[in-house]
């Protein structure tokens, strides 16, 4: 089971989506049979297993093995992933571009970047796992408390100096062997975590 999972698939993101098979996921942290699932969600169980082979179809859940039970074989299932990101490929015509809104201090600019952001780093995912590889990536996450919107915008400023020149520093556009990456920096209002 992968700690998180990127769907780029419009049709798994729908499966997905629907309210007791969101529910069936979640409950699928640990291998169950369409008969436990049932008791804990309070469905049929010919219903769970509909859901279920949805699931399946769609690579959301996995069959981890089979039990013979007397004259029945029940399926332990379990989700492929512990949470899951719906990629904009998902909804291909309409994912937002940072192009369209080229504004660097606009809040839709950020969040187009972020869903470029889901799109690329979910392809390239889907593409190491196909090639039994790794993926070379690094975030940093933190969080900064302004006093003032000018020491906000002072942060801003000399934060772009310092990426502008450590990727000046690094960038070398005649290394033949060498391979680009994407550099992503966001800053925005802390949201608070629900408990």
Not at 38 to 58: I, T
Not at 108 to 114: G, I, Q, S
């Amino acid at each position: 089971m992968f700690p998180v999972a990127v769907i780029e698939d419009a049709a798994a993101a729908e499966v997905s989506l629907d309210p007791v098979r969101a529910r069936l996921l979640a409950e699928l942290a640990e291998p169950a049979s369409a008969t436990m699932l049932a008791a804990r969600v309070g469905l049929p169980r010919q219903k769970v297993n509909y859901h279920l082979r949805a699931l399946e179809s769609h690579g959301l859940v996995e069959l981890v093995e089979e039990r013979r039970k007397g004259n029945v074989t029940e399926r332990m299932m379990r989700a492929t992933a512990a949470s899951y990101v719906i990629s904009p490929t998902a909804l291909a015509a309409v994912q937002p571009d940072p192009a369209r809104s080229p504004d660097r201090l606009s809040a839709r600019w950020l969040l187009a970047v972020a869903g470029r952001l889901v799109r690329d780093v979910g392809l390239l995912i889907t593409g190491a796992a196909k090639a039994k590889q790794r993926l070379a990536t690094f975030a940093l996450d933190g969080e900064v408390r302004f006093a003032t919107a000018a020491d906000r915008a002072a942060f801003a400023e000399e934060l772009t100096a310092a990426v502008t020149t450590l990727v000046g520093k690094y960038h070398d556009e005649t290394a033949e062997k060498g391979r680009s990456y994407r550099v992503v920096v966001a800053v925005h209002p802390s949201v608070p975590e629900e408990s």
